[in-house]
């Protein structure tokens, strides 16, 4: 029995209307994914809400692309595959019911894989999920159910025959166009991101004398911060300033493309503050609450919370903040340290002579600044984004 011609339109706007939410969320995620890719943004994004639900992680971890292509742009043409089939065939077309059933199968096949990518890769293989990615399945099974709701008989099989060859034609250009604004799409936000060609260039000249640079051994210290497991096949280590804005944008991309290597990559943290009450290099003030931070790093690493410290520091606290002065540092560090602790902190002579102690193995390894990377005991002599991170590891992996 056939629904109310209202209810059906009802529905059928409804479809429309999810099939716009997936093409926008979409859309935002594929400008999202080059943005980190590129190493423009280096920042938590708004839909980043801690270690359970971060965007950042799951749109530029290795599982965001299939050959190359981000998932978001599969996802914005599947959903405006959608749309353009709701204005050709709307509720009044004699081949509606054809098209709704062709369609409701095409997107239930699409909430299996949105199901593949919820339980198999945010959640058992990255422990973080996507919450922009979660609206586009919502978006998705939306328009499953406000198609799948009512049946109806059809009313005819020759649904090609229905439709003028001007239609076919334009669904078809608004398709090719959509699709190729897509693909495009990337290379014209690097090309507005400037020096893309200059690090290209820099990156190819690093891998070709990646095998033949010569390699430190960094000694193992049981009370440095660390990520991953000890016999990891590829060991980082990363000296770095908590006041320095490059180590903040080294410290995002670390962030947000590990997890996608958890079992390949093990990262070791190394204080070198650009302060001249830890660092004897330094001999004019640079960053007067370096040496505090790392300090305070070193007692949170006690505590077992050097990463929570570590994420604190770098993506909640803005840089703002660092210009107001060190007692509204102090009260950012609240939820992790109590004004005791921090005093406690300050006062010992452990928490020094660690941070001073990774300073003077910086110097003597020939460090300048901050961040100095070291991949399998190799420095990276480039600035570090998801690019040249994600080639180098693969160099030394075979991933």
């Avoid at 090609?160 to 014209?188: D, H, Q, R, Y």
């Avoid at 390949?264 to 960053?287: E, G, I, W, Y």
Wanted: net charge neutral.
């Amino acid at each position: 029995m056939k629904l109310p011609q209202l209810r059906i339109h009802r529905l059928y706007l409804i479809q429309l209307g999810c099939s716009g939410l997936g093409i926008a969320i979409s859309l935002y995620l594929l400008l999202h994914h080059t943005r980190v890719k590129l190493g423009i943004q280096d920042a938590s994004s708004f839909c980043s809400f801690g270690k359970l639900a971060d965007c950042d992680i799951v749109n530029v971890s290795r599982f965001s692309e299939v050959a190359g292509v981000p998932l978001a742009s599969i996802g914005a043409f599947y959903f405006f595959f959608l749309l353009v089939m709701g204005f050709l065939f709307p509720p009044r077309h004699p081949n509606y019911e054809v098209a709704r059933k062709v369609l409701v199968g095409l997107s239930t096949l699409a909430l299996m894989v949105d199901l593949i990518l919820l339980i198999g890769i945010q959640w058992l293989q990255l422990g973080s999920f996507c919450l922009l990615c979660i609206l586009t399945y919502g978006a998705n099974l939306g328009y499953l159910i406000a198609g799948a709701v009512h049946t109806a008989p059809l009313a005819s099989t020759k649904v090609l025959k229905e439709l003028s060859n001007a239609k076919i034609g334009f669904a078809v250009l608004c398709l090719a166009f959509f699709g190729a604004s897509l693909t495009f799409f990337p290379s014209w936000i690097q090309s507005q991101s400037g020096g893309w060609e200059q690090k290209q260039k820099a990156l190819s000249e690093l891998l070709q004398k990646w095998k033949t640079l010569p390699s430190i051994d960094f000694p193992a210290d049981s009370s440095d911060g660390v990520w991953g497991e000890d016999g990891a096949k590829i060991q980082i280590v990363v000296f770095s300033d908590f006041q320095c804005p490059f180590c903040r944008k080294s410290a995002f991309t670390l962030h947000t493309l590990l997890p996608s290597f958890k079992d390949t990559v093990r990262v070791t943290f190394k204080h070198f503050p650009l302060d001249s009450a830890c660092n004897p290099a330094v001999t004019q003030a640079m960053h007067p609450y370096a040496c505090s931070l790392a300090r305070l790093a070193v007692c949170a690493q006690k505590k077992g919370k050097f990463w929570d410290f570590h994420d604190t520091v770098f993506f909640k606290i803005p840089e703002s903040v660092f210009q107001e002065g060190w007692e509204n540092i102090r009260l950012a560090l609240q939820p992790l340290f109590s004004e005791s602790e921090i005093e406690a902190c300050l006062r010992s002579d452990e928490s020094l002579q660690k941070v001073r102690a990774d300073t003077e193995l910086g110097l003597r390894t020939g460090i300048q600044g901050t961040p100095a990377t070291f991949i399998n005991g190799k420095a990276v002599s480039i600035p570090l984004d998801i690019d040249v991170l994600g080639k180098i590891v693969q160099a030394e992996s075979g991933i």
